[in-house]
């Protein structure tokens, strides 16, 4: 009885070392937007999948994306490379996009290269930008000191929100943490996200809720961001 008892505390424990390590592994992957160390590597043409123990993440190899999902989802659309014609790509359809629009609706995997192809008007075009461009101001990043450390001042979390721009011939969302204007305290109250201004080394006591318009709560469901409700959610209660 001793040694199954013993057997059995050392299952339990190993369960939740394993647990501790996944969730701390998964976190990882969603914030600093890496790949899971635990899991299996499976490579593909297009990407390869890991195949961590609760969900699988497919990393991109031409457009070097990481999207996270379940064992019941699909394989990922990676993005394809584009081919402009001063500055603008048509699609299967004759919808004209520019460079910076298109890097935009699919920077992240929001909008895959099937749903670009089948965007038969400059609304459906509109749409995904208004969806895309709001959701990526949304996506901010933690600031850390020199040794990784998340910064903490009067219980927020230093923040920067990015800006979605073209650096020496690159579109993407960049973040500009040595401009002190764009900093901001954020923290989490009441299953809410607030933020408000950093100023002075403190944060102004005028918070605003991080939340998305009605508008965009009802268009992001033609995008990929209907398989991230968990987040979605917050953006867009009342």
Known sequence: MRLIKKIFIITIVLLLILSCLSYIDYFLVKTKNVVPKISLKEEKKEFIVYKAPFYKVWYCKDSKIIVIGGYDDPDA?????YTYDNGYYTNS????ISQRDLEL???NGIYTSEMVEAMKDNKSLND???VASLYGKTV??????KKDNEILVDDNYLVVFPEFKKVKG?????YDEEDETQIYCLKEKDNEIIYSKYENNSCDKNYNKLKLDAEWCGK???STLVYNEDVIKKL???
């Open 77 to 81: 659309v990676c993005p394809k490379n």
């Open 93 to 96: 359809l004759g919808i004209k």
């Open 236 to 238: 867009c209660e009342e």
């Open 105 to 107: 609706i699919t920077k």
């Open 170 to 174: 690159i579109y993407d969302w960049y």
């Open 140 to 145: 901010y990043k933690k600031i850390v000191d």
């Open 128 to 130: 995904a930008v208004y």
């Open 220 to 222: 992001y469901k033609d």
